[in-house]
T-cell receptor, first 114, second 111 residues
Framework: DAGVIQSPRHEVTEMGQEVTLRCKPI?????LFWYRQTMMRGLELLIY????????DSGMPEDRFSAKMPNASFSTLKIQPSEPRDSAVYFC????????????FGSGTRLTVV | DAKTTQPPSMDCAEGRAANLPCNHS???????VYWYRQIHSQGPQYIIH???NNETNEMASLIITEDRKSSTLILPHATLRDTAVYYC????????????FGQGTTLQVKP
């Protein structure tokens, strides 16, 4: 299995632009998580989905952030408009209920907003 | 959510056992103890988890006290590649509960 695949690996954008981060979970996993990591705040859970349905989005910082999971094999995290304080590494993870190997994380997308 | 307390940093000599402690005094009966690690610039990696009994896999051993208020992750023969931030997390049973990461312990394995 290729694991959790995130794209792009790096993104540099100007303030005010729309940014879309993408995630392909492991086939057969029914839960998907979006995290953000910064030096100041560490790893923060933004939102998670079970069976493509958003369960808890209490970690989404503002209305500028939105996430979708149109099917079991794809999810997006969108920031519109982007701001410099959104600069961080964004991780996607997936898991399967009853699967005893925990969450599998992707390699992350490093976002820089200038 | 139950919270955990870990020392911010630890050192270990290469080839020796690394013992990473974690306090989780407010853990609930249905909450598991999970350990993850994050090597620089990579995504977190699952290591092991347990409920009551001690657990062992190819990566590590997990020792949970009888009252479940603390646990220790043991890397039996640490190598330089084990240098990472180690996170201890408690979470409800099953893999579909959310994991809340704290600050973790930075383990430095030295030659």
């Amino acid at each position: 299995d290729a694991g959790v695949i995130q794209s792009p690996r790096h993104e540099v954008t100007e303030m005010g632009q729309e940014v879309t981060l993408r995630c392909k979970p492991i086939s057969g996993h029914n839960s998907l998580f979006w995290y953000r990591q910064t030096m100041m705040r560490g790893l923060e859970l933004l939102i998670y989905f079970n069976n493509n349905v958003p369960i808890d989005d209490s970690g989404m910082p503002e209305d500028r952030f939105s996430a979708k999971m149109p099917n079991a094999s794809f999810s997006t995290l969108k920031i519109q408009p982007s701001e410099p304080r959104d600069s961080a590494v964004y991780f996607c993870a997936s898991s399967s209920q009853g699967f005893n190997y925990g969450y599998t994380f992707g390699s992350g997308t490093r976002l820089t907003v200038v | 959510d139950a919270k955990t307390t870990q020392p911010p940093s630890m050192d270990c000599a290469e080839g020796r056992a690394a013992n990473l402690p974690c306090n989780h005094s407010t853990i609930s009966g249905n909450e598991y103890v999970y350990w993850y690690r994050q090597i620089h610039s990579q995504g977190p990696q699952y290591i092991i988890h347990g409920l009551k009994n001690n657990e062992t896999n190819e990566m590590a051993s997990l020792i949970i006290t009888e009252d479940r208020k603390s646990s220790t992750l043991i890397l039996p023969h640490a190598t330089l590649r084990d240098t990472a931030v180690y996170y201890c997390i408690v979470s409800p049973s099953g893999n579909t509960g959310k994991l809340i990461f704290g600050q973790g312990t930075t383990l430095q394995v030295k030659p």
